[in-house]
C-alpha cells in the first residue's frame, strides 16, 4: 500500500549560491568557443498529424519547433532507445531524466509517484497523444504505464498550464504511439527472468502516402519480491491510425488499453501479513484529433478524448479468526474524464505562429467503498461530476536570432470559478553557438473530488480554490568540439501557494477538512553533459540539485509533521545524478548506466506518531545488449536475443520507508520480425 503521502525530502537548506557557479562557467566558456556558422534552420509547417522530426519538441507549444526555439527545460526519449535499452515501464526510463524523481512503494506493480522539479506528485500531467491520463486533481500511478509501441517520449519542465490547464504545474510527460511505414512488418519479442518475471508483445505496423497505422498487444507477468501474495500483472493493446487524404485534411486515432492486477501483502511497516489483499485497475483512452488547412497560412485544429478508468481494492479476511482492527476493507472507482479542443494555427510569416483555442472538459466519478473492523461496518459513496472550459493564446516567434514566445489562458470552473495562467519564454543563440534561454509562468492544479464533495466521517470543502504556482528558469547551453560535446546548466525557482491540506480539528465546529492554508518553494539547478567522441559511442550524464522547504505549514505542527514549517518536502533528494554510455556496433547495441539518488525525509508509519527519517543514498547500475543476428530485409525474418541486467551490483535501498526495492533483475529474450 502507499503511505498517506508523498511529499518529499532533502535536508535542511544549505548556501544557494554555489550552483550558479556552474552557469558562470558555462557562460565565460561561450565566450572562447569558436562560431557556429550554421543557422539554426527553420522548421516546416506539420504535414501531419504524427511528427516524424527528430530535433524538434512538440509538447512544449503543441506544435513542433526546433530544440533551439524551446525555452522551457525538455527532454525527448525515442522509443528505439528505450528499446535497445530493454525499458518496459516509462518509469525507469524517468528516473534518469533531469529533475524528475521516481518513487516506487515497493514491488513490480505498487504504487509509482513522480516528483517534477521537487513538486508534489499530481502536479506532472501525464498524456498519451495528447489525452491525459491523470485522475482529476492530478494523482497519477506510473507503476502500470509502459513503453508498448511508443514511437517517443517528450518531457518539458515548468508550468504548462497555459496550454494544458490543470495538473501541469512542474511539467508535462507526453507519450506519442509509435507510427507505421512502408510495406506490413510484424514483431514480436518474448523475455523472462528473476521473480518468475515473463514478457511478451506483437505488434503489427505500416503506411503509404495517405495513412499509416501500427497496433501492438503486450503482457507481463511477475510473482514479486515476496513469496507471499505479491504477483503482478499488465495486459496492454496500443493503436494509432493516421490518415491523409489530401485537400488539406488529414487526421488520426488513437486507442492505449490497459488492464493489471497488483498483489500487495504489506503493512504500513512494509511486512507480508496480507495473503489476499489486491489492487485491479482498468484504463482506456480514446483520442482523435483531426486538421484541416484552412489556407496555406491558417489551420484549424480539433481534438475529441476521453478516458475511463476503472480500480478497484479487494482485501477480505483472511481467514475465519481475523475480526481484529480493521480486517476487511473492498472499494471501487469509476473515474471518466472527456474533452474537447479546438484551435487555429496562423503562420502569417516564416517563424511566427500565433494560437487561439478554446477547450471543454468533462469530469465524472462514482465510487464507494466499505470496511469491517471491530467496531462494525462503516459505508461511503461518491457520485459527482463537473466540467471546466477554457480560452487561451499563444504567440511564437523569431527576430534574428532570438525567439520569443508568449500565452495566457483562462479558465472557468463549475467549481471554482475563473482562474487565469500565464507564460512567456525566450530563447537567443549567440554567435559563438551558445544559447541562452529563459522563461517565466504560472500553474493551477484543481482540487480532487474527495478535497471537493467528500462527506461522512470526512467533510469536503466545495469553497476551495486551486492550488497555484509561480515560476521562473534560466539556462545555458554550449556546443565544444565541433559539437561533439554539449554542456548544459538550468536554474530553476518554483513558489507553491494555496495547497490544499487536511485537518482533523477545523477551526469551527461543522466546518470542513480541507482548507487552501499551506506553501512551500522548490529551487534548483539541472546540468547535463552530452559527448560523442567516435560515431558510434554516445556518453551522457546529469546531475539535479533541488532545495525545497515548507513555508507556510497550515495546520500541521511540530517537526515530524509531514508538512513541517521550515522543513524540506519529504521524498525528493537533494541530489541525484545518472551517466550512460551507448555503443553501436553495427548489428549490436551495448548500454550501461548508472543512477545515483542522494538522502531523502520520508515518515516512518510503522510507528505511532510517524516521525521523520532520512532514507539512505543508494546507487543502481543497469545494463543491456541486443545483437541481430540477421538483418531486416523481404521474406527473412531478423533475429536480436536480448540481455538486460538491472540493479547489477545488487544495491539494497528503500524508495519509500519501509518498502524495499527489486535486488539484481536478470532479462533474458529474443526478438524477431519480418517486412512482407
Not at 214 to 233: A, C, I, M, P
Not at 337 to 363: H, K, M, N
Not at 498 to 510: A, M
Request: charge should be negative.
Amino acid at each position: 500500500m502507499s503511505g498517506p503521502l508523498d511529499s518529499t525530502d532533502p535536508t535542511a537548506a544549505t548556501g544557494r549560491t554555489g550552483p550558479f557557479v556552474l552557469l558562470l562557467i558555462l557562460l565565460a566558456g561561450s565566450l572562447v568557443a569558436g562560431p557556429d556558422e550554421v543557422p539554426a534552420q527553420e522548421l516546416p509547417a506539420p504535414d501531419s498529424v504524427r511528427y516524424r522530426l527528430d530535433d524538434v519538441v512538440v509538447t512544449a507549444h503543441r506544435t513542433p519547433l526546433s530544440r533551439d526555439r524551446v525555452a522551457h527545460g525538455a527532454t525527448v526519449l525515442t522509443g528505439e532507445e528505450l528499446e535497445a535499452r530493454g525499458i518496459h515501464r516509462l518509469s525507469e526510463a524517468l528516473e534518469e531524466v533531469p529533475g524528475m524523481h521516481v518513487a516506487r512503494n515497493g514491488s513490480f506493480g505498487a504504487a509509482t509517484s513522480l516528483f517534477t522539479r521537487g513538486g508534489e506528485s499530481d502536479y506532472t500531467r501525464v498524456l498519451v497523444d495528447g489525452i491525459p491520463l491523470n485522475r482529476p486533481g492530478g494523482s497519477f500511478d506510473a507503476a502500470h504505464l509502459t513503453t508498448t509501441n511508443v514511437e517517443r517520449v517528450e518531457v518539458v519542465r515548468g508550468p504548462a498550464s497555459v496550454l494544458y490547464g490543470s495538473d501541469a504545474m512542474t511539467g508535462v510527460v507526453q507519450v506519442f504511439t509509435g507510427d507505421g511505414e512502408g510495406s506490413p512488418r510484424g514483431e514480436a519479442g518474448v523475455s523472462g527472468g528473476t521473480y518468475g518475471s515473463l514478457r511478451w508483445d506483437a505488434s503489427v505496423s505500416g503506411g503509404g502516402e495517405t495513412a499509416d497505422y501500427s497496433f501492438s498487444l503486450s503482457r507481463y507477468t511477475t510473482d514479486g519480491l515476496f513469496r507471499l501474495n505479491n504477483e503482478y500483472e499488465n495486459t496492454v493493446a496500443s493503436g494509432r491510425v493516421d490518415l491523409a487524404p489530401g485537400e488539406g485534411l488529414e487526421g488520426g486515432l488513437t486507442l492505449r488499453y490497459s488492464d493489471n492486477a497488483y498483489h500487495f501483502p504489506t503493512d504500513a511497516a512494509g511486512e507480508p501479513v496480507d495473503e489476499n489483499a489486491v489492487s485491479r485497475n482498468e484504463s482506456a483512452a480514446l483520442g482523435l484529433d483531426l486538421g484541416y488547412e484552412l489556407t496555406p497560412e491558417l489551420e484549424a485544429r480539433v481534438q475529441v478524448q476521453t478516458h475511463q478508468l476503472t480500480s478497484a481494492t479487494d482485501d477480505r479476511p483472511d481467514g475465519p479468526a481475523d475480526t481484529l482492527g480493521a480486517y476487511a476493507f473492498e472499494s471501487r472507482q469509476d473515474v471518466d474524464r472527456w474533452g474537447t479542443d479546438a484551435r487555429l494555427e496562423y503562420r502569417p510569416a516564416e517563424g511566427t505562429i500565433l494560437t487561439l483555442g478554446g477547450s471543454v472538459e468533462g469530469q465524472d466519478r462514482d465510487s464507494f467503498n466499505r470496511s469491517e473492523s471491530a467496531f462494525g461496518t462503516s459505508r461511503g459513496s461518491m457520485d459527482r461530476s463537473r466540467d471546466n472550459r477554457a480560452l487561451y493564446a499563444q504567440a511564437v516567434t523569431r527576430v534574428g536570432p532570438v525567439s520569443l514566445s508568449t500565452g495566457a489562458r483562462v479558465d472557468d470552473n463549475e467549481q471554482f470559478g475563473a482562474h487565469d495562467t500565464y507564460r512567456g519564454g525566450a530563447t537567443w543563440e549567440l554567435p559563438t553557438g551558445t544559447l541562452l534561454r529563459g522563461s517565466v509562468g504560472t500553474g493551477f492544479k484543481e482540487p480532487t473530488f474527495l478535497e471537493n464533495y467528500s462527506t461522512g466521517f470526512v467533510t469536503g470543502n466545495p469553497e476551495l480554490d486551486p492550488e497555484r504556482s509561480r515560476s521562473w528558469e534560466a539556462g545555458v547551453e554550449q556546443p565544444l568540439l565541433d559539437d561533439r560535446l554539449t554542456l548544459s546548466a538550468t536554474w530553476f525557482d518554483q513558489r507553491f501557494e494555496d495547497l490544499i491540506q487536511f485537518t482533523f480539528s477545523p477551526p469551527e465546529p461543522g466546518d470542513p477538512n480541507y482548507f487552501n492554508v499551506a506553501a512551500a518553494r522548490s529551487d534548483g539547478l539541472e546540468a547535463t553533459v552530452a559527448a560523442r567522441p567516435v560515431e558510434r559511442l554516445e556518453l551522457d550524464a546529469s546531475y539535479t540539485w533541488t532545495d525545497t522547504e515548507v513555508l507556510d505549514a497550515g495546520f500541521d505542527e511540530g517537526e515530524n509533521a509531514s508538512f513541517a514549517p521550515g522543513q524540506p518536502l519529504l521524498r525528493r533528494p537533494e541530489h541525484r545524478a545518472s551517466a550512460r554510455a551507448r555503443l553501436d556496433a553495427g548489428s549490436g547495441r551495448f548500454t550501461a548506466g548508472v543512477s545515483w539518488v542522494g538522502e531523502r525525509v520520508d515518515r516512518d508509519f510503522s510507528k505511532r506518531p510517524a516521525p521523520r527519517i532520512t532514507l539512505d543514498p543508494y546507487a543502481t547500475v543497469n545494463v543491456s545488449a541486443e545483437w541481430t543476428l540477421l538483418g531486416d530485409a523481404p521474406s527473412r525474418p531478423d533475429v536480436t536475443p536480448t540481455l538486460r541486467i538491472r540493479n547489477l551490483l545488487d544495491a539494497s535501498y528503500h524508495e519509500v520507508a519501509n518498502f524495499p526495492t527489486p535486488g539484481r533483475t536478470l532479462f533474458v529474450g529474443l526478438r524477431t520480425g519480418l517486412r512482407l
